[in-house]
T-cell receptor, first 114, second 113 residues
Framework: EPEVTQTPSHQVTQMGQEVILRCVPI?????FYWYRQILGQKVEFLVS????????KSEIFDDQFSVERPDGSNFTLKIRSTKLEDSAMYFC????????????FGSGTRLTVV | AQSVTQLGSHVSVSEGALVLLRCNYS??????LFWYVQYPNQGLQLLLK??????LVKGINGFEAEFKKSETSFHLTKPSAHMSDAAEYFC???????????FGAGTTVTVRA
């Protein structure tokens, strides 16, 4: 069964440093997403990406965040200057035409900012 | 406004007992609805989804959910709980023309021996 692959599985970074979280979505999917889950809390939408541009972003997705699909297969989330409160599990997801394919999530990257 | 509400943040059941997790949505147009399960320190696994076909949806691990438009609900059930069902369960909606998932707050299920 096709999978969404995320790397790394766990990253520890110093406050103020830049981090890049990487995702390889399912190859024939069209929509790509990043979600965040702070420990013990709900899963929150960050951003959606379609046709090589951001289609929607939440209020969490401020100027320190950016996304990119640099080579047609990878989908990255960059956090420019990390804060302690950015510590969370970050999930990448992809979907095909609406819910016909559903949303497939990766196993997540646990980001710890120290 | 919350588009999806899960009633009960924590449910405790005995092994072999019925599991019932409640989910209600807020939308004038029936959305697509999903249940995901998250085991400790793991990702989100799709249990089942409703995409306007049959209102009773069967998923993996013996779970099923029924879409009731009149009650704007999509409750998840399993007739007989197993110890391996202990996890966090999330209901999620894909509202019409929204093109993303919005998650409920989650329900933690513990199973007593």
């Amino acid at each position: 069964e096709p999978e969404v692959t995320q790397t790394p599985s766990h990253q520890v970074t110093q406050m103020g440093q830049e981090v890049i979280l990487r995702c390889v979505p399912i190859s024939n999917h069209l929509y790509f997403y990043w979600y965040r889950q702070i420990l013990g809390q709900k899963v929150e939408f960050l951003v959606s990406f379609y046709n090589n541009e951001i289609s929607e972003k939440s209020e969490i997705f401020d100027d320190q965040f950016s996304v990119e699909r640099p080579d047609g297969s990878n989908f990255t989330l960059k956090i420019r200057s990390t804060k302690l409160e950015d510590s969370a599990m970050y999930f990448c997801a992809s979907s095909g035409p609406r819910a016909n394919y559903g949303y497939t999530f990766g196993s997540g990257t646990r980001l710890t900012v120290v | 406004a919350q588009s999806v509400t899960q009633l009960g943040s924590h449910v405790s059941v005995s092994e072999g007992a019925l599991v019932l997790l409640r989910c209600n949505y807020s939308s004038s147009v029936p959305p697509y609805l999903f249940w995901y399960v998250q085991y400790p320190n793991q990702g989100l696994q799709l249990l089942l989804k409703y995409t306007s076909a049959a209102t009773l949806v069967k998923g993996i691990n013996g779970f099923e959910a029924e879409f009731k438009k009149s009650e704007t609900s999509f409750h998840l059930t399993k007739p007989s709980a197993h110890m391996s069902d202990a996890a966090e369960y999330f209901c999620a909606v894909d509202l019409f023309n929204d093109y993303k998932l919005s998650f409920g707050a989650g329900t933690t299920v513990t199973v007593r021996a």
